[in-house]
């Protein structure tokens, strides 16, 4: 809406540009205030985003609930497939959150195992840092985990490319290092443009 607001004075000569930022400032006004609202105020929160709505309560299917939201049991059971859900005898709790997606909350004998339930203690492994995306060195996640580009280097060599070759390298906090190459004809289209570039340097060299 606000880049049809702007358009507007653009496209036609006749209409003075203040014309056009006036409603776009009252626009963006009314949508800070809005948001604003939104986070002060659980009751003008409830009337613009609505609340949550418990579909499935204790395993019953609540219809009246099912009716206020407008949806149907098709519907309903396509949003438990789309959570890989496919018997409603399986489910505790389901409940529709103001966005539009349900959150499924299984029977206590059908939810996944953990290895908490094994007494097993679980390690974190940490968030995985992108090295290199593209055959680009990411150099700020380098400094992040101490290392240097040189580091990076001899750890792809061990996969037999070079970081321009690379399409994706990553690390994680317990040092597991990820490779893969780009696939051979991404890189002989780029050694195909480094080549092109080369020639018409070396060309304009030559007539200059």
């Not at 626009?27 to 949550?52: D, E, W, Y």
Request: charged share 30%; net charge neutral; hydrophobic share 45%.
């Amino acid at each position: 809406m606000i880049a049809n607001l702007a358009t507007i004075p653009m496209s036609e000569t006749g209409v003075p540009i203040f014309d056009g930022i006036i409603p776009i400032f009252g626009l963006l006004t009314m949508h800070l205030l809005i948001a604003f609202l939104n986070m002060k105020s659980m009751k003008f929160r409830r009337i613009v985003c609505g609340k949550p709505e418990i579909l499935i309560d204790k395993g019953k299917i609540d219809e009246v609930a099912l009716k206020r939201e407008r949806m149907d049991l098709t519907e309903l059971e396509e949003k438990l497939r789309e959570k890989n859900v496919f018997n409603f005898e399986d489910v505790d709790y389901v409940i529709l959150e103001t966005n539009g997606e349900i959150s499924v909350i299984m029977k206590p004998d059908k939810r996944p195992a953990v290895p908490a339930d094994f007494g097993i203690e679980a390690e974190f492994g940490g968030i995985p840092y992108d090295l290199i995306l593209d055959g680009k060195i990411m150099y700020d996640n380098l400094k992040k985990i101490d290392k240097d580009e040189k580091w990076l280097i001899k750890q792809v060599k061990k996969f037999k490319t070079k970081p321009e070759e690379v399409l994706i390298a990553t690390i994680n906090e317990k040092g597991s290092f990820f490779c893969q190459k780009k696939t051979t004809w991404f890189i002989i289209v780029l050694l195909l443009n480094k080549t092109i570039l080369l020639v018409c340097f070396v060309k304009n060299t030559i007539l200059n």
